[in-house]
Protein backbone atom coordinates (compact mmCIF):
# COMPACT_ATOMS: atom_id res chain seq x y z
CA UNK A 1 0.00 0.00 0.00
CA UNK A 2 1.13 3.41 -0.80
CA UNK A 3 1.38 6.59 1.87
CA UNK A 4 -1.17 8.98 1.12
CA UNK A 5 -0.52 12.77 1.57
CA UNK A 6 -2.55 14.71 4.34
CA UNK A 7 -6.26 15.03 3.23
CA UNK A 8 -6.21 12.71 0.18
CA UNK A 9 -8.89 9.82 -0.09
CA UNK A 10 -8.78 6.21 0.21
CA UNK A 11 -11.28 3.57 -1.09
CA UNK A 12 -10.61 0.10 -0.88
CA UNK A 13 -11.97 -3.15 -0.81
CA UNK A 14 -10.36 -5.82 1.74
CA UNK A 15 -10.56 -9.51 1.42
CA UNK A 16 -12.22 -11.03 4.98
CA UNK A 17 -10.13 -14.39 6.57
CA UNK A 18 -14.21 -15.93 5.65
CA UNK A 19 -13.22 -15.35 1.94
CA UNK A 20 -13.08 -18.75 -0.56
CA UNK A 21 -9.72 -17.01 -1.27
CA UNK A 22 -8.83 -17.79 2.53
CA UNK A 23 -5.78 -20.28 1.37
CA UNK A 24 -4.50 -18.42 -1.39
CA UNK A 25 -0.95 -17.86 0.34
CA UNK A 26 -0.97 -14.71 -2.18
CA UNK A 27 -3.45 -12.61 -0.47
CA UNK A 28 -3.37 -10.97 2.75
CA UNK A 29 -6.45 -11.68 4.83
CA UNK A 30 -8.30 -8.86 7.12
CA UNK A 31 -10.33 -8.74 10.02
CA UNK A 32 -12.56 -5.47 11.08
CA UNK A 33 -9.88 -4.96 14.45
CA UNK A 34 -7.04 -5.26 11.92
CA UNK A 35 -8.98 -2.51 9.63
CA UNK A 36 -9.81 -0.55 12.13
CA UNK A 37 -5.78 0.01 13.05
CA UNK A 38 -5.27 0.13 9.85
CA UNK A 39 -6.84 3.11 9.23
CA UNK A 40 -6.15 4.83 12.81
CA UNK A 41 -4.58 7.97 11.19
CA UNK A 42 -7.75 8.47 9.04
CA UNK A 43 -11.52 9.69 9.12
CA UNK A 44 -13.02 7.11 7.75
CA UNK A 45 -16.26 8.18 5.79
CA UNK A 46 -18.03 4.76 4.88
CA UNK A 47 -17.20 1.09 6.48
CA UNK A 48 -19.06 -1.98 5.73
CA UNK A 49 -18.48 -5.67 6.36
CA UNK A 50 -20.46 -7.77 3.67
CA UNK A 51 -20.74 -11.89 3.08
CA UNK A 52 -22.40 -12.63 0.29
CA UNK A 53 -22.22 -15.92 -2.57
CA UNK A 54 -22.06 -14.98 -6.27
CA UNK A 55 -20.11 -16.34 -8.83
CA UNK A 56 -16.32 -15.11 -9.63
CA UNK A 57 -14.61 -15.50 -13.12
CA UNK A 58 -13.16 -18.47 -11.87
CA UNK A 59 -15.37 -19.75 -9.82
CA UNK A 60 -19.08 -20.55 -9.30
CA UNK A 61 -20.97 -19.93 -6.15
CA UNK A 62 -17.87 -18.35 -4.64
CA UNK A 63 -17.97 -17.58 -0.75
CA UNK A 64 -17.05 -13.61 -0.63
CA UNK A 65 -16.13 -11.58 2.33
CA UNK A 66 -15.25 -8.60 1.83
CA UNK A 67 -14.73 -5.82 3.91
CA UNK A 68 -15.62 -2.04 2.16
CA UNK A 69 -13.36 1.39 3.22
CA UNK A 70 -13.79 4.85 2.30
CA UNK A 71 -11.25 6.93 4.77
CA UNK A 72 -9.55 10.38 4.33
CA UNK A 73 -5.97 10.89 5.45
CA UNK A 74 -5.96 13.38 8.80
Do not use: C, R
Not at 13 to 38: A, R
Request: proline share 1%; hydrophobic share 35%.
Amino acid sequence: MIALPQKDFLYGNFIGKEDDWKNNKNMSLWTKEKIIEFFKDYKIYYFAEKKYIKDSASQENKNWHVFEVYAQKK
